[in-house]
């Protein structure tokens, strides 16, 4: 535990994603898995960008990233990072943020580009992409 005071400086966060302010006064607090993130695709300038896609992780209900491949739940899409979130240094941490799951999703403003149809059978009546 960090008592000691600190300051923090963030820049903008790009949500051009969100289609609507629907959903966006209902959002999930949750627990991200970084181990489950690439550092370069998800958090290359050290913090995970609003709007990635997750799943989440059966055995330890925390999320990571969204895997149509995946084995471990991260295959079925469940929502999206409400809202940048500071990056540990050490990938053991896990850092709590906000999902959107519920809502309108502008699909070519994803910072990693457009959802699988899997992805889009799996949030169908929860988030509408437009």
């Known amino acids: 535990m960090i008592l000691a005071q600190t300051t923090e400086q963030f820049g903008s966060d790009d949500q051009s994603w969100l289609g609507s302010a629907h959903g966006t006064d209902a959002t999930e607090t949750i627990s991200l898995d970084t181990s489950t993130f690439t550092p370069g695709t998800?958090?290359?300038d050290g913090y995970f960008k609003?709007?990635?896609?997750l799943g989440q992780i059966t055995a330890t209900k925390k999320f990571g990233p969204y895997d149509n491949a995946a084995t471990d739940g991260r295959q079925t899409?469940?929502?999206f990072l409400f809202a940048a979130v500071k990056a540990p240094a050490d990938n053991t941490l896990d850092p709590n943020g906000a999902m959107l799951t519920h809502g309108k999703v502008r699909e070519s403003r994803l910072p990693l580009g457009a959802?699988?149809?899997?992805?889009?059978?799996?949030v169908a009546g929860s988030i509408r992409f437009v």
């Open 42 to 44: 998800h958090y290359p």
């Open 115 to 122: 959802v699988d149809a899997a992805g889009h059978t799996d």
């Open 77 to 79: 899409l469940v929502g």
């Open 50 to 53: 609003s709007g990635i896609p």
